[in-house]
């Protein structure tokens, strides 16, 4: 096996002692009454909302700010283990040798003899193991997409699942196939937009969401082709729009509300042109 850097684990470690400990107390006798009270299930909306933070300051390039979301996200990891610890289930040892154990048995190209050159021989192996894993373990009864955890946001679920699907052969065979079937969707929108408006009852908004749903899912499938990820490509758009519209709003001043659209669409390719020229 090849040697770790015993330096900065025993820094890192030294520090990552300090900050179970103080976990500890704040859940301990005499601790703080606000943690003391905490549940696994009170405490997750404070982790997808720290989450998200990681991934704002990581587009922003916001260094010191992602040290610091970092260590908010770490923090809901010392929560959890400590919960768990108090009630009994396993503490904070046990989930970090268990992800040290993963880690090495998981790249055996590196701490064994397997061989793995490129990326993609990584994800093979990676694969691999996992299947050896789940030998012995009991067999699930929700098919061969049961691991594919539901709770995730959408766009996350929709790239494993079609990932998953993939990897039995049920997949389109290229790009281009993928890219007939996005208009092949836009299409039964379309067709489904024309039925909506002569009938607008509760049944035809379901039909409507159901064709949009599928075209979100295609959308999600092509981006998986070509190697983007669409939560990442979603944020980048979603950046750049604010960017735009703000831009907009400090060319038009006081009276961007007032501006007939037509207007505010030549303030938006003026934005454009702007943003290529630079």
Not at 110 to 122: N, Y
Not at 173 to 193: A, F, N, S, W
Request: charged letters at 35%; a negative charge.
């Amino acid at each position: 096996m090849k040697p770790m850097s015993e330096g900065v684990s025993k820094k890192a470690g030294e520090a990552f002692c300090e900050a179970t400990g103080i976990m500890a107390r704040l859940r301990g006798p005499g601790g703080c009454p606000w943690d003391r009270e905490q549940t696994l299930d009170s405490i997750k909306p404070h982790t997808l909302e720290e989450t998200y933070e990681v991934f704002d300051a990581i587009d922003r390039r916001a260094w010191a700010d992602l040290r610091d979301e970092l260590g908010d996200l770490l923090l809901q990891v010392l929560f959890y283990a400590q919960i768990a610890e108090d009630e009994g289930h396993f503490n904070i040892d046990d989930v970090v040798r268990g992800l040290s154990a993963k880690l090495i048995r998981r790249h055996p190209h590196i701490f064994a003899d397997a061989v793995a050159e490129t990326a993609s021989d990584v994800v093979s192996t990676w694969d691999s193991v996992k299947q050896k894993e789940r030998e012995g373990k009991p067999v699930k009864q929700d098919g061969l997409l049961g691991d594919v955890p539901r709770f995730v946001p959408a766009l996350l679920e929709a790239r494993k699942l079609g990932s998953k699907a993939a990897k039995t052969g049920f997949d389109w065979p290229d790009v281009h196939g993928l890219l007939d079937k996005v208009q092949e969707e836009i299409q039964e929108v379309r067709e489904e937009i024309d039925a909506h408006k002569a009938s607008a009852d509760k049944s035809g908004v379901m039909r409507l969401e159901e064709e949009i749903g599928d075209l979100y899912f295609v959308m999600t499938n092509l981006s998986r082709h070509l190697h983007v990820d669409p939560e990442q490509a979603l944020r980048k758009a979603n950046a750049k729009f604010r960017r735009r519209f703000r831009a907009m709003e400090e060319l038009a001043g006081d009276t961007f509300n007032t501006l007939p659209l037509e207007e505010k669409d030549d303030l938006w390719n003026k934005v454009k042109l702007t943003e290529k020229s630079i």
